[in-house]
Structure formats: C-alpha cells, structure tokens
C-alpha cells in the first residue's frame, strides 16, 4: 500500500552514511527506504521532509552500500518503495535490470520499457530517481556513450561508472 504524501500514518526516518561519493541521507517511511540522496543532489527533497533521525531502520540498507563501496556486492536485495508516476516507475524499474558495471543509452531505456520515441521523457524520469546507487540511473549515459546529466553531478557519475568498471580510485573524496 504506498500511502499519500506526508499521510498522517507515515512514521518518517532518515540517517546519513558515509560514502566514497560522501555523505548520503538515506529516508524512510513506516521503516521502508523511500529515498537515498547525495549532498549536492539536483533534486534533493527539503530536509525537513525527511523525519526524525533514527538509524535504526537503515542497518540492513548501510550494510549492503558498504559492501557495494567495498567491492563486494554488485546489486541490492532491499526493500523499498520509489514514490512517482506510473511512467517513472517503469522507468526506474528498467534501471534496476542493467548490469552491474554496464551503461545503456537514454534511448535504449526508452526502448527497454517500451516506448521508444521516449528517449527525453526517460532522461527527466532518471533525474528524479529518489534511490540513486541502489537503483542505478548512473548507469544510463548519452547516446554516444558520453556523460549527460546526473542528479549526483558528472564527477560522481564519472566515480560510479570507472568504479564499477574496476578503474576507479577507492574514494571521490
């Protein structure tokens, strides 16, 4: 059941975990991760949208981001909930088919779910993906293969991709 926004039974929670991309602020609700942000995210929720801090919900999410930071772990088993149209939905749900350490073009996405004229309409579905890393919208890249967009900025797409890839540094920062 995915209740309204800020419905009067969602119990709100949120931490910060430590990252070689830095600090992410993980967010759930009713302890089921609902979003997972960097620092300087193009579209961050306000912060006082994201509960009380209480880390208590994210063990098991920490847990398996500092194995896949780690090297050890290449997907995630998680239980969540990605809150959008039912367009971004399928969008964001394609992003969770793409291999680890593999890149796909916007259009190839627009394709995968079924609409292949889609390409810009994937494109603004993928930038307000509210599970950055875990789904992985940094796996999408242009149609020539370069870098376009990433809510995370280009520096930290650009970390992810060689990271995944094997050729990346231990840490961003």
Known sequence: ??????????????????????????????????????????????????????????????????????????????????TGTPFQQRVWAALRDIPYGETITYGQLADRIGQPTAARAVGLANGKNPIGVIVPCHRVVGSTGGLTGYGGGLVTKRYLLDFERGVGGTSLF
Do not use: W
């Open 1 to 82: 059941m995915t209740l309204p926004k800020h419905h009067p039974l969602e119990h709100r929670t949120h931490t910060v975990v430590d990252s070689s991309v830095g600090p992410l602020t993980l967010v759930a609700v009713n302890g089921v991760l609902t979003g997972l942000y960097m620092r300087r995210q193009r579209h961050r929720p306000p912060e006082e949208t994201f509960g009380e801090p209480d880390p208590a919900p994210f063990t098991e999410v920490a847990s398996q981001l500092r194995a896949y930071f780690d090297g050890r772990r290449t997907d995630f088993d998680l239980p969540m909930v990605l």
